[in-house]
């Protein structure tokens, strides 16, 4: 069984950095393309930033045009861990952070949620002003 754990969230201010954490048990993590994503209160889940299994060429790392210079998505395939760095974060950034993984599949298919074939629980970032 594929389960991921999602860590690291917490209550920051403004200009701040966190990074968040992945681990992934139950599956070959090197073949499978990763993601953050994000759910604010009333807003539909949106992808953020993705990482491309080892058997795909091409593009290895993707970003949503809100979170691109600010957010940095690396993957440690020995630990199968995937995390994400954000450093100046917003009040806007404030939502529930979710990993998702999807089997043997290119990078760009993480743009669009609903082809996540497993998800973490979620962890709360809350940014102040």
């Known amino acids: 069984q594929v389960q991921l754990v999602d860590s690291g969230g917490g209550l920051v201010q403004a200009g701040d950095s966190l990074r968040l954490s992945c681990a992934v048990s139950?599956?070959?993590?090197?073949?499978?393309?990763m993601g953050w994503f994000r759910q604010a209160p009333g807003k539909e889940r949106e992808f953020l930033a993705g990482?491309?299994?080892?058997?795909?060429?091409?593009?290895?790392?993707l970003y949503a045009d809100s979170v691109k210079g600010r957010f940095t998505i690396s993957r440690d395939n020995a630990k199968n861990t995937v995390y994400l760095q954000m450093n100046s974060l917003k009040p806007e950034d404030t939502a529930v952070y979710y990993c998702?993984?999807?089997?043997?599949?290119?990078?760009?298919?993480?743009?669009?949620?609903?082809?996540?074939?497993?998800w973490g629980q979620g962890t709360q970032v809350t940014v102040s002003s």
């Open positions: 998702g993984a999807i089997a043997g599949a290119p990078i760009v298919r993480l743009t669009a949620p609903v082809n996540v074939d497993y």
């Open positions: 139950g599956h070959t993590f090197s073949n499978y393309a």
């Open positions: 990482s491309a299994g080892l058997n795909w060429t091409g593009e290895r790392t």
